[in-house]
């Protein structure tokens, strides 16, 4: 009689907290220890922090980490980009987007089609040459695509697409 009693107290305070009417909760993924760095939106399936993702840097290293070497339009020579690709912080999400539109501090956004993710291995760097970017080095975190690999990236179309401080994804 007592298990009987104490399981329907459980669920009966599991249904009063919203856990058994909410089963995607703020609890899907941690939350950040240290400050927020990037804030995702959109139609996400893992969320920590009411219908969103917030990131501080350790859970995005968490992920896993890309090393990009390239030229780009904005460095002098060849750098060395390191951050997580667009898919594994898509897979992360539970997010299976056409489209994830990339937004800046200053307000600048750019649109990224997911095709984009898979075919040039493009990712959301932490890291220029080994160290942490900050904010007027264009960091604290930026969207680099591998320019050398492939000669469409070096058009306008996607050098626009390489958003530096970025702080907010939506996902489409």
Partial sequence: MFRV???LLISLSLVLSGALVHPASATDLPSPASPVVL?????IAHTNMEDEAHFDLPMLQAI???????DTPWDEGVV?????????????LG??????????LD??????????????GVILAWSRDGELMPVRGKGPLRIMYPFDSDGIL????YSARAVWQV???IVK
């Avoid at 804030?39 to 139609?43: I, R």
Wanted: glycine share 8%; proline share 3%; net charge negative.
């Fill in 64 to 70: 896993g980490a890309e090393k990009i070497r390239t």
């Fill in 80 to 92: 060395t980009y390191e951050g997580v690709t667009l898919s594994a912080l898509m897979v992360a």
């Fill in 39 to 43: 804030t995702v939106s959109g139609e």
């Fill in 5 to 7: 009693v104490s399981k």
């Fill in 95 to 104: 997010a299976n987007p056409e489209i994830i539109v990339v937004q800046a």
């Fill in 154 to 157: 070096g058009t306008e179309k």
């Fill in 167 to 169: 702080d907010r994804v």
């Fill in 107 to 120: 307000g600048y956004e750019a649109e990224i089609p997911a095709e984009d993710f898979s075919r040039f």
